[in-house]
């Protein structure tokens, strides 16, 4: 569960090109704004687009632009950060040719929120959901001027357990195709995305129906199943299994699903605590999600667990993943 996660180069020669081309690559990454990240200086964000120019990443989706009453943006409405990023990371991305899907409003306390009584969550849903139509405006501002900017993330990740009730089931479906028909409007030309988990509390054949339904009724454009290997709650055996219901239910409405690979290992989930995964379980993550990601291979995240600012088992991972990249020797995990 991405929104749980803690507030928080080098370069191969490839050997063998041929290689290069037929293994699968991470082609993005989220990046989870916290207030520290107000304080970065800019050649502190140049360093990090340098990482993730030389592991070849094409896209960013930035988590969210408010988290609670934070704004990472210029804002009128909400508590603006003394410093917001923002539009450092949009300049930053559009000088090195990488697509930018920007987040809305994030509630720390969405998981808690989400298990009220259906009366008590419509409501809450459509607080959530004017708090992210006005983020949106004030954004959409700022990111209009950027070539990089290609849409936007909405923040509230899909479970399999707490949608399962009909009536949830419809309040879901109802936020989301509100939200999605605003952004649309808002901004014609920009996709949509939503991620999704799941921790097989559905079976595969109800999951798929679950995503066919919800894609079907709103303006997502695409998808981004987390591949669950770093919390360990959809158990690897079965992880095709749902990759599949989730590729099944994207095509069958025309959309993309882009498979979030977990880089990190988690220690405990409250307090959140994890560690970088290594290099041999991130390539076999790759390597099962190849046959279903038709959108490419997302990645949570590279800042924190496969880059410099993450520490030295990040750069770990990062330097086994240089390797990895050009066919080399990997060091020992």
Do not use: C
Not at 135 to 162: C, H, M, S
Not at 227 to 237: F, I, N, Q, S, W
Not at 281 to 305: C, I, K, M, W
Not at 314 to 331: P, Q, R, V
Request: no cysteine.
């Amino acid at each position: 569960m991405l929104l749980l996660m803690m507030f928080n180069a080098v370069r191969a020669d490839a050997e063998t090109p041929v290689t290069l081309q037929k293994q699968p690559l991470l082609s993005a990454t989220f990046i989870q704004l916290s207030e520290q990240n107000s304080y970065w200086e800019r050649d502190r964000w140049e360093r990090l687009f340098d990482t993730f120019q030389t592991i070849g990443l094409r896209q960013i989706v930035l988590q969210w632009t408010l988290h609670d009453n934070r704004a990472f943006y210029a804002t009128r409405t909400f508590d603006q950060q003394p410093h917001p990023p923002l539009e450092i990371i949009l300049e930053l991305a559009e000088a090195r040719g990488i697509e930018i899907y920007l987040g809305l409003a994030a509630d720390s306390h969405y998981w808690e929120m989400v298990k009220q009584p259906p009366q008590q969550l419509e409501e809450y849903l459509k607080r959530l959901r004017w708090r992210s139509e006005r983020t949106a405006q004030e954004v959409a501002t700022i990111a209009n001027e950027f070539r990089a900017f290609k849409g936007w993330y909405i923040p509230e990740e899909v479970d399999d357990l707490t949608w399962r009730p009909a009536k949830e089931r419809a309040l879901l479906q109802q936020h989301i195709k509100q939200l999605s028909a605003y952004l649309k409007k808002l901004t014609p030309a920009g996709l949509v995305l939503v991620s999704g988990f799941s921790n097989a509390r559905m079976s595969p054949n109800s999951y798929q129906q679950f995503w066919q339904d919800l894609l079907r009724e709103t303006s997502i454009d695409m998808l981004l199943f987390q591949d669950g290997a770093g919390t360990g709650k959809l158990p690897g055996e079965l992880r095709p299994l749902y990759l599949q219901a989730v590729r099944d239910a994207a095509t069958a409405n025309g959309k993309k699903l882009q498979v979030v690979i977990e880089l990190f290992e988690m220690a405990s989930e409250s307090p959140f605590k994890a560690s970088p995964a290594t290099i041999s379980r991130v390539t076999q993550q790759l390597h099962v999600a190849a046959e279903f990601a038709n959108g490419g291979f997302n990645s949570f995240s590279v800042p924190d667990y496969m880059s410099p600012e993450g520490g030295a088992l990040a750069l770990k991972l990062l330097n086994d993943y240089h390797k990895h990249k050009g066919g080399g020797h990997l060091t020992t995990p």
